[in-house]
């Protein structure tokens, strides 16, 4: 499966923004989904991840609360919702997905085979 993120730019703390993830060459639905952010200097983490069917969703602790991901199997597409930005949220966004078939939502790298090429997400205060 191939993905493409998209949606990032600049926004100032306290705005919304919606990241789209889409995907090609393979069944959406047989793939469980994430997103991941890397801010500069710092590691790759987990943000949010969604199960196959798309109801049922885990987040990290640093957006949960703030940040809504969803999953579209007719559109072949990941979302994630992204309110009440704080700064801290400046980051590469990538989304990712799990090898076909995995049940369940992965919430490490390694759970995740396939990933996307990033999107850029910066927050002002």
């Known amino acids: 499966v191939q993905l493409q993120a998209s949606g990032g730019g600049l926004v100032q703390a306290g705005d919304s923004l919606r990241l789209s993830c889409s995907a090609s060459?393979?069944?959406?639905?047989?793939?469980?989904m994430g997103w991941f952010r890397q801010a500069p200097g710092k590691e790759r983490e987990f943000a949010a991840g969604?199960?196959?069917?798309?109801?049922?969703?885990y987040y990290g602790d640093s957006v949960k609360g703030r940040f809504t991901i969803s999953k579209d199997n007719a559109k072949n597409a990941m979302y994630l919702t992204m309110n009440s930005l704080k700064p801290e949220d400046t980051a590469v966004y990538y989304c990712?997905?799990?090898?076909?078939?995995?049940?369940?939502?992965?919430?490490?790298?390694?759970?995740?085979?396939?990933w996307g090429q990033g999107t850029l997400v910066t927050v002002s205060s």
């Open positions: 060459g393979s069944t959406f639905s047989n793939y469980g």
């Open positions: 969604i199960n196959m069917s798309g109801d049922s969703t």
């Open positions: 990712a997905a799990r090898r076909a078939g995995l049940a369940g939502i992965g919430r490490t790298r390694a759970a995740y085979s396939y």
